[in-house]
């Protein structure tokens, strides 16, 4: 491999966003730490927050497709806090805290259960996908969730199981990774799943083993350790 992936910082003494000053520090259980200034709120979900200044106040964040989310079991609303203040946010599993800054109309592709923040002028959907692994598996599928800033920079903010790597496809370039494996990718990396049956050995009949394929050009994000969610179960 010409480029392997790249291990991804995994701390932020001084970051800056729109409206937003950030750090992220923490060996084992990593923390995000905001200072707002007021000017452009930061949307989570509800159990991410770990402090806040009680000046900050908190709300609703509007989310699109909630019925769809509900059914599925995954959470119906994001929670919304406005500045100034500081803020904190942190996942409560041992791990790695990413800041993806996205330019006006560029967009990324995350992997559910990874989000951790974003900035309020960044726009959220998703959708739902129903792979190989989970029907082998007798599962309901998972969401994709998607993030894409509007007519200015925004931020978001990821949380990944043990280390995050970084690898950058070429044009038609491929990488094989474990279906839990990865984190988020950019929108112009298609993604197909690969089916390997195992049948000799010991193994013999016990089943398969799923990958990712990852073709570019863009970024893929790629997770040491991981937790398979309910949804693929």
């Not at 060996?27 to 709120?41: A, D, N, R, S, W």
């Not at 994001?78 to 791990?95: H, I, K, L, N």
């Not at 990718?185 to 013999?204: C, H, K, P, W």
């Not at 016990?206 to 309910?230: C, D, E, K, W």
């Amino acid at each position: 491999m010409n480029n392997p992936p790249v291990q991804l910082p995994t701390r932020v003494e001084e970051g800056v966003a729109p409206g937003l000053r950030y750090r992220t520090e923490g060996e084992l259980v990593p923390v995000l730490h905001m200072q707002l200034t007021g000017q452009v709120p930061v949307y989570f979900e509800h159990h991410v927050i770990l402090y806040k200044d009680p000046g900050l106040s908190i709300g609703m964040h509007t989310m699109k497709g909630s019925f769809k989310r509900l059914v599925a079991g995954m959470p119906i609303f994001m929670t919304e806090t406005q500045g100034p203040g500081e803020v904190a946010f942190s996942r409560d599993d041992p791990g790695h805290v990413m800041a993806l800054h996205l330019a006006p109309g560029q967009s990324i592709l995350v992997r559910e259960h990874q989000f951790l923040a974003a900035t309020g002028n960044v726009d959220y959907s998703f959708t739902r996908v129903k792979g190989v692994s989970n029907m082998l598996l007798g599962g309901t599928g998972f969401f994709i969730d998607r993030f894409q800033a509007t007519q200015y920079e925004g931020v978001v903010w990821l949380h990944g199981y043990g280390n995050v790597f970084e690898k950058t496809l070429q044009p038609n370039e491929q990488i094989d990774v474990e279906s839990g494996g990865w984190v988020y990718r950019d929108e112009s990396v298609a993604m197909q799943q690969q089916v390997y049956g195992l049948r000799t050995g010991i193994l013999r009949g016990s089943g398969n083993l799923v990958f990712n394929r990852f073709t570019g050009p863009g970024r893929v994000a790629i997770q040491s350790a991981y937790v398979h969610l309910p949804t693929e179960n």
